[in-house]
């Protein structure tokens, strides 16, 4: 089993409608660490490490988002684990 660390920009409207809540609960679930950030252009930075199948499914979770969440793109890219919370955070 392989660990991998990812960054996520996820552009839409994903800011006011729970989507950092969500996207910890599901990070959570999924059992990885990391952050979900506002970010002052409107979009949500999700940081997360862990197993890559459950990095992946995040990933793919990110494309809809909860309920009420339009997601219009989501970026990914490689990052430093080593900066990552123990858990999974709100910020």
Request: with cysteine; glycine share 8%.
């Amino acid at each position: 089993m392989s660990t991998i660390a990812k960054r996520f920009l996820v552009t839409g409207r994903v800011q006011g409608v729970f989507f950092r809540a969500s996207t910890r609960d599901e990070a959570v679930r999924l059992g990885l660490r990391g952050s979900a950030t506002n970010l002052p252009d409107g979009r949500v930075e999700v940081l997360a490490a862990g197993e890559a199948a459950a990095v992946n499914a995040l990933g793919k979770w990110l494309e809809t988002g909860p309920r009420l969440a339009e997601v219009l793109e989501v970026e990914s890219a490689p990052t430093d684990e080593s900066e990552l919370p123990a858990d999974f955070r709100c910020a």
